[in-house]
C-alpha cells in the first residue's frame, strides 16, 4: 500500500500535469494550516508543499525550510535522549535484597 502512494506522488511531482498538482497542492496547504482542526493534520503541510515545489520557486524554498527545520529537531532531539537519561536508567533495578513495600498494606 505504501509503495503505491509512493508511485502516485512520484509520478504527481514528475508529470506534466501542473494544474493537477496546484488543484491538490494549494488545499492541502490550506489544511495543514489549519491542522489545529478535526480531520485536519499538520502533515498535509509539508505534502502540499512538495506539489507546489515543483512549480513555484516560494514553495520551493519553505518546502525546502521546513525540511531543514525538521531534520534538525530531530537531530537535537535524537542528541538529548542520550544526554538525559542514560542507557538503561528506564530499566528496573535488580536489587534482590530490598523488599518493595509500595503494595504493602
Known amino acids: 500500500m505504501w509503495q503505491f502512494f509512493q508511485r502516485?506522488?512520484?509520478a504527481l511531482?514528475?508529470?506534466r500535469r501542473r494544474w493537477l498538482?496546484?488543484?491538490?497542492?494549494?488545499?492541502?496547504?490550506?489544511?495543514?494550516l489549519l491542522g489545529f482542526l478535526p480531520v485536519l493534520g499538520y502533515w498535509m503541510l509539508p505534502l502540499g508543499l512538495?506539489?507546489?515545489a515543483v512549480d513555484w520557486p516560494v514553495a520551493?524554498?519553505?518546502?525546502?525550510?521546513?525540511?531543514v527545520w525538521w531534520g534538525r529537531r530531530r537531530r537535537r532531539a535524537n542528541d538529548?535522549?542520550?544526554?538525559i537519561s542514560p542507557p538503561g536508567a528506564g530499566?528496573?533495578?535488580k536489587d534482590a535484597g530490598t523488599p518493595d513495600t509500595?503494595?504493602?498494606p
Request: hydrophobic share 40%; charged share 25%; net charge positive.
Open 60 to 67: 520551493r524554498r519553505l518546502y525546502r525550510r521546513l525540511i
Open 21 to 32: 498538482r496546484q488543484s491538490i497542492g494549494v488545499p492541502l496547504v490550506a489544511g495543514g
Open 50 to 52: 512538495a506539489l507546489l
Open 102 to 104: 509500595r503494595n504493602d
Open 91 to 93: 530499566l528496573p533495578r
Open 80 to 83: 538529548d535522549v542520550g544526554a
Open 13 to 15: 511531482k514528475v508529470g
Open 8 to 10: 502516485q506522488f512520484h
